[in-house]
Structures are given as structure tokens and as C-alpha cells.
């Protein structure tokens, strides 16, 4: 995968999710995915309108949006058709199978009626996938595992992502990827395991361009480091867009994810050995 182009990737994979971000990603030559955290609708759908021309994918915490109703989820649906992107609800579900089936599916927020990705953490085990599967895949959606984080001291390393890995490979119907700082393809495999053409999408925070940090123990890192480097896929980008939130400086926002847009086009052209 690292070295193939989106649309050849999108042709083999199994997981209608992965095919769709894969597609999209190829349309609109965009592997950036902008993280809208704020607490606002008017400021949330704003940025997204925004930013839509220029991104694959839009990532929400819907749960810190503070003027909430299903009217932003309307709205937010016709901004992905309008601008054609995906949207991943950023949930992080990390409870019994039975607890986040009903997380998932219901309350407030349905994620589940809106959301194609959605993800969660390994920690409870298998049974985490099988909960979000029972609501998740008659829809066609899709789940990404948290096999790393971006965070200063993260503990998800060594045989906790290994672990990671090999639940996500014993329900690829279902989990397409993870969210991790580098590629997965082979980790924690044994020599039973048929890994020869797997291909889980990488989706990445912890990027900027502008600052190595912040105060709260977030690092990031760069497109060309990212992609490039470490081979992922979608870099995720949030303050690096938008900077402290507030009111929207539409033309600054669009120039940000213009901007991101480039540098994680061409990261990802050097991967493949494509001159920009
Ligand atoms: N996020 C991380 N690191 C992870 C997992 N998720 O930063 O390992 C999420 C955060 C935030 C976004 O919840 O929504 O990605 C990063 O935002 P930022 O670019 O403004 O730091």
C-alpha cells in the first residue's frame, strides 16, 4: 500500500467505508481531513463550509457542540453532498459491546444514522468490534481502531498496538484502519496469518505545519513526516486550520486547508514516486 496510488487501493478493498474515503480522497486530490472542534454550530458549520472544496473527510466531536439539535446533523449532511466529503465522528468508544452498541446507535446524537467512520478503543477487546458491528455494519459503516495516539506518554505503544492490529485483522469486514502515528501492514502478524495484501488506511492527527505543539501534551508533526516518512494516509488537522476558533476568517481558513491540502498531496506523490 505504501507505494500504491488511492485509486488503485480503492479497487481491492473489501470495506465499502475504505472504498469511498479511497475514492474521494483520488477525486479531489485531498488526503486532508479537518477536525472541527467547536463549540458552536453556527462556527461548526461555517468552518465546514469553508473548508469543504478542499478535504476528503470531515472529523466532529459532536458532543462538545453546545447549541445542539439534529438540525447541525441535517445541515452537516447536506455540506457532504454539496462539497463531497465523508464524516467521521470521532467518538472513541471504549466500553462493553452492549454499552457502545447503544452509544452508537442512539441518544442525543445517533451517530450511527450519519456518521460513515466512526472509532474506538481497542482497550476493552474484540467484543468492542462486535457491539459497533451489530449497529454499524448493516449501515455500511466503517471503524477505525486507535492503535497510537499523538499525545506526550501515550500508552498505547509496543504489544497494546501489536494487539490493536491483530483484533482489527480478525474483523476486516468491519474495522478498515486505525488511527496511528504509521503504517500497520504486517504488525503483530505470525506466520499464519495471511498479511500479503492487507491494507489498513492510516488516518493521522497530530499534524501541523506551523508548531511542534501545544500546552495539553498534543505533539505534531508534519505532512511530508507523515505521509512521506511514516507512510500514512489522511492527516488530520484541526487548530492548524482555524486556529483558536472564535469567529471565522473565512478567507485565512481557506488558505490553511489549501494549504494543507498541497503539502499533503505532494507528501504523498514523493511516497509513490510521482513528481508533483
Ligand atoms: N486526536 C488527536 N490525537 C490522537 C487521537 N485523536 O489529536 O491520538 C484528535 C483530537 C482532536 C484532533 O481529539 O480532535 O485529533 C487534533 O486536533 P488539533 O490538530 O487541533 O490538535
Redesign the pocket.
Known amino acids: 500500500p505504501r507505494t500504491q496510488t488511492y485509486a488503485q487501493r480503492a479497487a481491492k478493498n473489501p470495506n465499502a467505508a475504505a472504498r469511498a474515503l479511497l475514492e474521494v480522497i483520488e477525486r479531489k486530490k485531498s488526503n486532508l481531513c479537518v477536525?472541527v472542534?467547536v463549540t458552536k454550530r453556527d462556527e461548526f458549520l461555517n468552518i465546514i463550509d469553508t473548508v469543504g472544496p478542499y478535504v476528503c473527510l470531515i472529523?466532529t466531536?459532536v458532543d462538545i457542540i453546545e447549541d445542539f439539535d439534529l438540525s447541525v446533523i441535517e445541515y452537516l449532511k447536506e455540506l457532504s453532498a454539496k462539497h463531497d466529503f465523508l464524516i467521521f465522528e470521532?467518538r472513541?468508544f471504549a466500553d462493553i459491546g452492549n454499552t457502545v452498541a447503544l452509544q452508537y446507535s442512539g441518544g442525543v446524537h445517533k451517530i450511527a444514522s450519519w456518521s460513515h467512520i466512526t472509532?474506538a478503543h481497542p482497550v476493552p477487546g474484540p467484543s468492542i468490534i462486535t457491539g459497533l458491528a451489530s449497529v454499524g455494519k448493516p449501515l455500511g459503516r466503517g471503524l477505525l481502531l486507535?492503535a497510537?495516539?499523538?499525545?506526550k506518554g501515550?500508552l498505547?505503544t509496543g504489544a497494546y498496538t501489536e494487539e490493536a492490529v491483530r483484533m482489527a485483522r480478525a474483523h476486516r469486514d468491519f474495522v478498515f484502519g486505525f488511527?496511528?502515528?504509521r503504517r500497520m501492514d504486517g504488525v503483530g502478524a505470525t506466520d499464519t496469518d495471511d498479511v500479503a495484501d492487507e491494507d489498513f488506511l492510516i488516518l493521522?492527527?497530530?499534524?501541523?505545519l506551523d508548531s511542534r505543539g501545544?500546552a495539553m501534551g498534543?505533539q505534531?508533526r508534519t505532512p511530508k513526516e507523515v505521509v512521506t516518512e511514516s507512510g500514512c494516509d489522511v492527516i488530520?488537522?484541526?487548530?492548524?486550520?482555524y486556529g483558536k476558533g472564535g469567529s471565522v476568517d473565512v478567507q485565512a481558513v481557506q488558505a490553511q486547508a489549501e494549504r494543507y491540502r498541497k503539502e499533503g498531496w505532494a507528501a504523498y506523490l514523493e511516497r509513490i514516486g510521482q513528481a508533483p
Open positions: 477536525s472542534d472529523k466531536h470521532d472513541k472509532n486507535l497510537e495516539m499523538s499525545t501515550s498505547a488511527i496511528a502515528q493521522t492527527p497530530g499534524v501541523g501545544d498534543q505534531y488530520i488537522v484541526g487548530r492548524g486550520i
